[in-house]
């Protein structure tokens, strides 16, 4: 199912890939979602793209375990980062499930008078027989939902975090 959202953040433009590629932004997202973990495990540039994979961690209660056959809930969010052209393509890839889940897409981050607009295109597949479509749907209402509550946060962020006032 794809979606699209947009949503405007009070951060200049010219600071926005600075601020969520800050190691105190991985922090925060941490914080924020309640991570067990969360850590750049790739960064490397090259031809003009950043290459970037992040690896997000959550604890399984005991019946996920027994269900999923894993400790441990792992995420990696791969990204190829083009800053001289304002946006980025991620992939989502679980380290259980992968056969049957997909989600990827793109952001484009853009000047705007208030700050950075940021337009996010992208899908999220389920190929599980019968019930798919309709986890597809809740997944893309789940994310919409937080997207803006994330975006929302990330103003906070920067104001307090990253350049608090007088900086």
């Known amino acids: 199912m794809e979606f699209d959202l947009s949503h405007t953040i009070r951060i200049p433009f010219d600071e926005y890939f600075d601020v969520v590629l800050s190691p105190a932004f991985v922090d925060w997202v941490k914080e924020?979602?309640?991570?067990?973990?969360?850590?750049?495990?790739q960064e490397e540039e090259r031809g003009g793209i950043l290459y970037r994979t992040v690896r997000s961690e959550?604890?399984?209660?005991?019946?996920?375990?027994?269900?999923?056959?894993?400790?441990?809930?792992v995420i990696e969010e791969r990204q190829q980062i083009h800053r001289d052209e304002g946006r980025y393509s991620w992939e989502y890839v679980p380290n259980?499930?992968?056969?049957?889940?997909?989600?990827k897409g793109t952001t484009q981050a853009e000047a705007h008078p208030?700050?950075?607009?940021?337009?996010?295109?992208?899908?999220?597949?389920?190929?599980?027989p019968l019930i798919?479509?309709?986890?597809?749907?809740?997944?893309v209402a789940w994310v919409t939902e937080n997207f803006h509550?994330?975006?929302?946060?990330l103003e906070e962020f920067?104001?307090?975090a990253y350049k608090p006032a007088g900086a």
């Open 58 to 73: 959550r604890v399984l209660s005991a019946k996920a375990q027994k269900h999923f056959k894993v400790p441990r809930f």
């Open 149 to 153: 509550k994330l975006l929302g946060g």
């Open 32 to 41: 924020k979602l309640q991570q067990d973990a969360r850590e750049v495990i």
């Open 114 to 128: 208030e700050g950075t607009r940021l337009v996010i295109r992208g899908e999220v597949t389920f190929r599980i």
């Open 96 to 103: 259980v499930g992968a056969n049957r889940f997909a989600s």
């Open 132 to 139: 798919g479509k309709r986890i597809e749907r809740h997944t």
């Open 158 to 160: 920067y104001r307090t």
